[in-house]
């Protein structure tokens, strides 16, 4: 069965650095998404991104945060100054639609010390 | 703004005792409710969708309710296999509004 995968598995920064996060959504999949779960809380979206431009974006996502689709088959999430709030588990999501669910992968534990 | 409560936070129970998880929602137009299972350090796993009141979903021991209010799922003689924090979200209805908003979760756990 197809999935989402993510890279890398855990990524350790220092405050101050900039930390790419990389996620291959599924193949044929065209919505893509960011979330983040900080330990013991819920799952909070971050951005939603539709034909190669941000169709939504929580309060969360402010100029610190990007994302890009490089390519045809990955989509990242940038973070240009980490903060030591940011340490959170990231989840990529896609759908192959508006209306249908989304896939997750296993997602990026951040830490930032 | 779009709200999903879910109670309760945590539930025991012992394996074959059967039970429901309560998820209730508020939101603007609803555009489906997801229920995911998430296991500990990975990401939620769909399980189902549900988009008007009075559908109904099942899958094994599972079973997925929806008013317009709430929705149940319903777990029919649990093994421990199927502990685990079970999510919910809902989709609003409306433009460019694809994202799904999540409750805080259930945390079931079965005991042989």
């Known amino acids: 069965e197809p999935e989402v995968t993510q890279t890398p598995s855990h990524q350790v920064t220092q405050m101050g650095q900039e930390v790419i996060l990389r996620c291959v959504p599924i193949?044929?999949?065209?919505?893509f998404y960011w979330y983040r779960q900080i330990l013991g809380q819920k799952v909070e979206f971050l951005v939603s991104?539709?034909?190669?431009?941000?169709?939504?974006k929580s309060e969360i996502f402010d100029d610190q945060f990007s994302v890009e689709r490089p390519d045809g088959s990955n989509f990242t999430l940038k973070i240009r100054s980490t903060k030591l709030e940011d340490s959170a588990m990231y989840f990529c999501?896609?759908?192959?639609?508006?209306?249908?669910?989304?896939?997750f992968g296993n997602g990026t534990r951040l830490t930032v010390t | 703004e779009d709200q999903v409560t879910q109670s309760p936070e945590a539930l025991r129970l012992q394996e074959g005792e059967s039970s429901s998880l309560n998820c209730s929602y508020t939101?603007?137009?609803?555009?489906?409710l997801f229920w995911y299972r998430q296991d500990p350090g990975k990401g939620p796993e769909f399980l189902f969708t549900?988009?008007?009141a009075g559908e109904e979903k099942e899958k094994e021991r599972l079973k997925a309710t929806l008013t317009k209010k709430e929705s149940f799922l319903h777990i029919t003689a649990p093994k421990p296999e199927d502990s685990a924090t079970y999510l919910c979200?809902?989709?609003?209805?409306?433009?460019?509004?694809?994202?799904?908003?999540f409750g805080k979760g259930t945390l079931l756990t079965v005991n042989p």
């Open positions: 999501a896609s759908s192959s639609s508006g209306v249908s669910p989304l896939h």
């Open positions: 193949s044929n999949h065209l919505y």
């Open positions: 991104f539709y034909n190669n431009e941000i169709s939504e």
């Open positions: 939101v603007s137009g609803l555009r489906g």
């Open positions: 549900l988009y008007s």
């Open positions: 979200a809902v989709r609003a209805s409306g433009g460019s509004n694809y994202k799904l908003t």
